[in-house]
């Protein structure tokens, strides 16, 4: 057994979260062995007690539900043959293949999915002339975004969009945000009527009106309920069953569904948390990887460790500012959970967004991040310069910009009005929350 043993003898408390909840844990024996081994951390994990009975506000992770028997599900037309539900992926870059393997392992296990999912495939020629899609149908293989990984038998994969999600009654939307509003526009009137959708996509679109969260626009452009999931979760850790937990937004009323999303996608590596707040959830995912360019600028520029934690705590503030005045509904709690501050640390330690921010700064600036993205990710899309961009729209638009000095600095830098060292000069530039009546703060 490899990892760290507590022996304990009467209670042992759990520091779940950063808001400081304490989990009990009762141990019968005068012994518990505790490992970071997952045949014996998971265990441990498991036997907690419902958070809800610990923690007014937090609600408890749905861990029992995998495995457990098929409750009736009102969110599921019967169509007369099975109440199965059918899974198909809209993505599958390097997240989207590791959603595919965690969907796979559950629905091959699971009796109330069809074991079969699809996933779609913007289709790609390979250096060696063959399409990424016969490649991944016949070595169970996204060689280009996972290469190693295999991601179960039961994953289709499919070129065709139409095709691939005419017999879906749950779609996972996992691309680039980018190309979310066209891939919605091409589904219209082309998938069932009771679909549930949920978004794993970091990222918002900017209209005229303002900003719009990807998980809107889905309901939007195709008139269906949609869920989130985000968390602290680097795909690539995942794809290696390295331990992970994440969390699903979801509406009011809507807890079924969002329980039936958790079981989709929890393994023992994966544990997966409710939580009724859609946008909080959203905005974290999405505003964290412009935290994490700052945090690269840091790293780049050597500043080392003190400046980085500092660059995340203005930024975790920024985060709950903003999310609380665009969307009132916001709740703190949201912040404590993987996908907020958890998130944030694991991007800002080792996303892409941080190690190509990290490489701009190095270049003084000098070499742009497109050119920056094409040379260090191999096809894989950087969110945060975007999002900065989008963010500073909405700010700059609102008259807030003075209010949010790193998320305003980080596309200044990003389109080389400031030098990345300005990254940290704040201290003429002190936010004046009376702009905004002290709310949010
Ligand atoms: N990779 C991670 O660790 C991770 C973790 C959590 C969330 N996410 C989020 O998941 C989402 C998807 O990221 P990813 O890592 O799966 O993708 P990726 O960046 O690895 O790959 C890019 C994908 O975009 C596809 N693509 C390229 N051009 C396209 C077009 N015109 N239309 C449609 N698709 C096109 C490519 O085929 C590929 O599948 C993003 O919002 C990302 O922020 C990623």
Known sequence: MHGCALFLTKRVWLLRSLNFSLYSISSSSSLLLLSTARSHFLPFLHS????????????????SSNGGSVRPDSHFSDDGVSRKSKVTIVGSGNWGSVAAKLIA????????????????????????????????NLNNENVKYLPGIKLGKNVIADPD??????????????????????????????IRKEVEAISLIKGMEMKKEGPCMISSLISQELGINCCVLMGANIANEIAVEKFS?????????????????????????????????????????????VVALAAGFVDGLEMGNN??????????????????????????????????????????????????????????????????????????????VSTAKEMYEVLSHRGWLELF?????????????????????????????????????
């Not at 139409?162 to 091409?186: S, W, Y």
């Not at 995340?312 to 404590?336: N, P, Y």
């Not at 501050?341 to 990290?358: H, Y």
Request: proline share 5%.
């Open 307 to 384: 400046t980085k934690a500092a660059i995340m705590r203005i930024g975790l503030r920024e985060m709950r500012m903003i999310s609380k005045l665009l969307f009132s509904s916001v709740k703190d709690s949201t912040f404590f959970e993987s996908c907020g501050v958890a998130d944030l640390i694991t991007t800002c330690l080792g996303g892409r967004n941080r190690k190509v921010a990290a490489a701009f700064a190095k270049h003084g600036g000098k070499r742009s991040f497109d050119e920056l993205e094409a040379e260090m990710l191999q096809g894989q899309k950087l969110q945060g």
């Open 161 to 190: 969009l139409e095709n691939a999600v005419k017999d879906a009654n749950m779609l996972v939307f996992v691309t680039p945000h980018q190309f979310v509003e066209g891939i919605c526009k091409r589904l219209v009137g082309k």
């Open 105 to 136: 392992s559950n629905a091959a296990r699971l009796s109330s999915f069809h074991d079969e999912v699809r996933m779609w495939v913007f289709e790609e020629t390979l250096p060696t002339g063959e399409k990424l899609t016969d490649v991944i």
């Open 48 to 63: 907690l007690p419902p958070i809800s009975s610990m923690a007014p506000g937090i609600e408890a992770p749905q861990r």
């Open 405 to 441: 000095p790193l998320f305003a600095s980080v596309h200044e830098i990003c389109i080389g009005h400031l030098s990345p060292s300005a990254i940290v000069e704040y201290s003429e530039r002190r936010p004046n929350f009376s702009v905004i009546n002290g709310q949010a703060q």
């Open 245 to 289: 937990e994440a969390t699903v937004g979801y509406r009011e009323n809507m807890r079924e569904i969002a329980e039936k999303w958790v079981q989709l996608f929890s393994t023992p590596y994966f544990v997966v948390s409710p939580v009724q707040d859609v946008e909080g959830v959203e905005m974290c995912g999405t505003l964290k990887n």
